[in-house]
């Protein structure tokens, strides 16, 4: 049986073209060589993507748009953050959760609400904001 990553039901969809450059303003969390990634479409429904980096050795994340996967996902990002991107609030802003799949179950995937990647309004600057506010979990599943 084979499972895919649906996004909830009646989200929106995220319109980001099928290949976006993005430089982020500090390295993500734990790869501090790796700050130019392009954002590439995993499928056509415009919610999940890979975000690899363009360095042949870099790593590569599936990442997912949390719009369309947590409706009520607001995250309250931190000023400096929002400076940086030139956004006022996450809402200005493209926000994707990284996800993870243990062991390639799918249906297992959950995905980090605590460390978004948030792109800023330009299209092309990014950061991971780490958060402090413990209800955004960092292990969400993607079903419920």
Do not use: K
């Not at 996004?7 to 430089?23: K, Y």
């Amino acid at each position: 049986m084979t499972a895919t990553l649906a996004p909830a039901a009646g989200a929106s969809r995220t319109t980001a073209p099928a290949v976006q450059v993005l430089r982020f303003t500090e390295p993500v969390a734990g790869f501090p060589g790796h700050r130019d990634y392009a954002l590439v479409a995993a499928d056509g429904s415009g919610s999940v993507f890979w975000l690899q980096s363009l360095a042949a050795d870099g790593p590569r994340f599936l990442a997912v748009a949390a719009a369309a996967f947590f409706p009520d996902y607001a995250p309250v990002l931190p000023g400096p953050a929002c400076a940086e991107l030139g956004i006022g609030d996450a809402g200005d802003g493209t926000v994707y959760c990284l996800v993870s799949v243990p062991d390639g179950d799918v249906g297992r995937a959950t995905a980090n609400l605590r460390a978004p990647v948030v792109v800023g309004a330009t299209g092309d600057r990014a950061c991971q904001v780490v958060l402090t506010d413990p209800a955004h979990p960092v292990r969400r599943p993607l079903r419920r």
